[in-house]
């Protein structure tokens, strides 16, 4: 029987000898989709074999072959840099088995489903970190059964097989998650399992954050801190605004000035009768006054429009949690989880439409124009957050609006009836194969046969994404186990 590094060195001939030729070269696009599909598994299979042959080392593997640690032994061995053994070496502590000191015998990984989907190819490094990441970081708020829980969950999904609590047309083989994909549900459900992570997570946020501009260097002045959510994602609309390519750039930044109508004021330096000394620091009032100025030139006249209108921040909150005033909220352009007071905050400054859900459909929005709206454009980003067609993580933001039913064949103009779609796959969608239908208020994709062999129409997970159903799901699997 051939060793294993036999074994990898004929995996190696064989691949080398079809990239001497041309036979990639000239492929017709159905067998480019194929290959590409058959040398993602083949590059999935490769990350797989360096991260078990990193878990299964000792400790002293490295030093023995002159290398200070794991890390620069990957980097010699592997030819890959720092960074890249660093992301091999996380996955590897997350997969790695380890050995019972008194029966001698492995023990189940941290990640047991996980390690199998990497080892039958399903994920690769990128996919596992973008699957485990999200959960390790409450690794101390959730419970062992929570965990392998999510493990199962998310091992299902990244091989496509059918989920917990899954609805009848969604039942069934699907395509393969993408890492992006792994990485949005992985989010779901940490927040399903993790529901009050958010409030110490902001507590603590708040307590370090700030915003420093260095001493000019070389004509430039470097700036340094870090950024509550709801400052960051107001920042990435304004960016978003400037830099959307649809818009004519940024408007003349001349200075102006204007005449003080208030000259001034008697009042005392610290007109508090308490005499209190505000107690924040240079670092955290320069992040408050930059926030102020954030919200301010949203609302400019001057400020490019994003979507037909100023730039815009929409905080998205569950109907039921804003009536109850409990829950969390999330913000477009952040990751991070905020609580329900963030909410309510940005709602006061009169700087954003209040779009509210009901059981995953859009509320109390009506229109017959045929144009979208400015504000249903916004409910629409609200609920699908990025173009329709699996895979395309283009912001909706920047996409175009689709009537699903033609406005020409009675299709309303409505949250109901409109979908985002990013330029290119609306101007394809009809030569694409990719099908668009509504249901109840949401929207369903059907895919062409190279992504879905089974052609059935599937919601996608943006748009129901339910973390209610995640976390009872979860609550009734934790008292089944006990």
Same mark, same amino acid.
């Given at each position: 029987?051939?060793?294993?590094?036999?074994?990898?060195?004929?995996?190696?001939?064989?691949?080398?000898?079809?990239?001497?030729?041309?036979?990639?070269?000239?492929?017709?696009?159905?067998?480019?989709?194929?290959?590409?599909?058959?040398?993602? /598994?083949?590059?999935?299979?490769?990350?797989?074999?360096?991260?078990?042959?990193?878990?299964?080392?000792?400790?002293?593997?490295?030093?023995?072959?002159?290398?200070?640690?794991?890390? /620069?032994?990957?980097?010699?061995?592997?030819?890959?840099?720092?960074?890249?053994?660093?992301?091999?070496?996380?996955?590897?502590?997350?997969?790695?088995?380890?050995?019972?000191?008194?029966?001698?015998?492995?023990?189940?990984?941290?990640?047991?489903?996980?390690?199998?989907?990497?080892?039958?190819?399903?994920?690769?490094?990128?996919?596992?970190?973008?699957?485990?990441?999200?959960?390790?970081?409450?690794?101390?708020?959730?419970?062992?059964?929570?965990?392998?829980?999510?493990?199962?969950?998310?091992?299902?999904?990244?091989?496509?097989?059918?989920?917990?609590?899954?609805?009848?047309?969604?039942?069934?083989?699907?395509?393969?998650?993408?890492?992006?994909?792994?990485?949005?549900?992985?989010?779901?459900?940490?927040?399903?399992?993790?529901?009050?992570?958010?409030?110490?997570?902001?507590?603590?946020?708040?307590?370090?954050?700030?915003?420093?501009?260095?001493?000019?260097?070389?004509?430039?002045?470097?700036?340094?801190?870090?950024?509550?959510?709801?400052?960051?994602?107001?920042?990435?609309?304004?960016?978003?605004?400037?830099?959307?390519?649809?818009?004519?750039?940024?408007?003349?930044?001349?200075?102006?000035?204007?005449?003080?109508?208030?000259?001034?004021?008697?009042?005392?330096?610290?007109?508090?009768?308490?005499?209190?000394?505000?107690?924040?620091?240079?670092?955290?009032?320069?992040?408050?006054?930059?926030?102020?100025?954030?919200?301010?030139?949203?609302?400019?006249?001057?400020?490019?429009?994003?979507?037909?209108?100023?730039?815009?921040?929409?905080?998205?909150?569950?109907?039921?949690?804003?009536?109850?005033?409990?829950?969390?909220?999330?913000?477009?352009?952040?990751?991070?989880?905020?609580?329900?007071?963030?909410?309510?905050?940005?709602?006061?400054?009169?700087?954003?439409?209040?779009?509210?859900?009901?059981?995953?459909?859009?509320?109390?929005?009506?229109?017959?124009?045929?144009?979208?709206?400015?504000?249903?454009?916004?409910?629409?980003?609200?609920?699908?957050?990025?173009?329709?067609?699996?895979?395309?993580?283009?912001?909706?933001?920047?996409?175009?609006?689709?009537?699903?039913? /033609?406005?020409?064949?009675?299709?309303?103009?409505?949250?109901?009836?409109?979908?985002?779609?990013?330029?290119?796959?609306?101007?394809?969608?009809?030569?694409?194969?990719?099908?668009?239908?509504?249901?109840?208020?949401?929207?369903?994709?059907?895919?062409?046969?190279?992504?879905?062999?089974?052609?059935?129409?599937?919601?996608?997970?943006?748009?129901?994404?339910?973390?209610?159903?995640?976390?009872?799901?979860?609550?009734?699997?934790?008292?089944?186990?006990?």
């Amino acid at each position: 029987m051939n060793s294993p590094a036999d074994a990898l060195a004929q995996v190696a001939a064989d691949l080398r000898g079809l990239l001497a030729t041309d036979a990639l070269a000239g492929l017709s696009d159905a067998s480019r989709a194929e290959a590409l599909a058959g040398l993602g /598994e083949i590059s999935r299979l490769a990350d797989a074999g360096i991260v078990e042959t990193a878990a299964t080392a000792d400790t002293e593997f490295g030093h023995r072959f002159g290398c200070r640690g794991m890390n /620069e032994m990957l980097r010699r061995a592997a030819l890959v840099d720092a960074s890249t053994a660093a992301r091999i070496m996380r996955a590897a502590d997350a997969v790695q088995r380890e050995t019972n000191l008194v029966s001698g015998e492995r023990m189940p990984a941290r990640w047991p489903a996980m390690r199998e989907a990497l080892l039958d190819g399903a994920v690769g490094v990128d996919g596992l970190l973008a699957a485990v990441g999200p959960l390790e970081r409450a690794r101390d708020r959730i419970t062992v059964e929570q965990r392998m829980w999510a493990d199962a969950n998310l091992a299902a999904f990244a091989r496509g097989d059918e989920l917990p609590g899954a609805d009848d047309v969604e039942r069934g083989k699907a395509p393969r998650a993408s890492a992006e994909d792994l990485k949005q549900f992985a989010a779901a459900l940490a927040i399903a399992l993790d529901p009050d992570g958010a409030e110490p997570s902001d507590e603590r946020a708040q307590a370090r954050r700030g915003f420093t501009i260095g001493r000019v260097r070389d004509g430039l002045h470097p700036v340094r801190g870090g950024l509550t959510p709801e400052l960051a994602a107001q920042f990435q609309l304004i960016d978003d605004a400037y830099n959307n390519p649809k818009v004519g750039g940024a408007p003349d930044t001349g200075v102006r000035f204007t005449i003080d109508d208030d000259p001034g004021s008697d009042d005392e330096f610290n007109s508090d009768p308490r005499k209190v000394i505000d107690p924040r620091t240079p670092a955290q009032k320069r992040h408050d006054a930059l926030a102020a100025a954030l919200g301010i030139a949203a609302r400019h006249s001057e400020m490019p429009s994003l979507g037909g209108a100023a730039p815009t921040l929409v905080v998205h909150v569950d109907a039921a949690d804003f009536a109850a005033g409990t829950g969390w909220a999330t913000l477009p352009g952040s990751d991070a989880a905020v609580p329900l007071n963030v909410a309510t905050h940005t709602a006061c400054t009169a700087a954003v439409q209040r779009v509210l859900f009901d059981g995953g459909r859009i509320v109390g929005i009506t229109t017959t124009d045929r144009v979208f709206t400015v504000f249903q454009r916004r409910a629409i980003v609200a609920r699908d957050k990025e173009c329709l067609i699996p895979g395309c993580h283009v912001s909706a933001t920047w996409c175009e609006i689709h009537h699903v039913t /033609e406005h020409a064949r009675g299709g309303p103009t409505h949250t109901d009836n409109g979908v985002p779609l990013c330029w290119w796959h609306h101007r394809s969608l009809g030569q694409s194969g990719w099908e668009i239908r509504m249901n109840g208020g949401l929207p369903q994709i059907r895919g062409p046969a190279w992504w879905d062999a089974e052609q059935k129409w599937r919601t996608p997970r943006l748009s129901t994404l339910d973390t209610r159903r995640w976390r009872s799901q979860t609550q009734r699997n934790v008292v089944m186990q006990e």
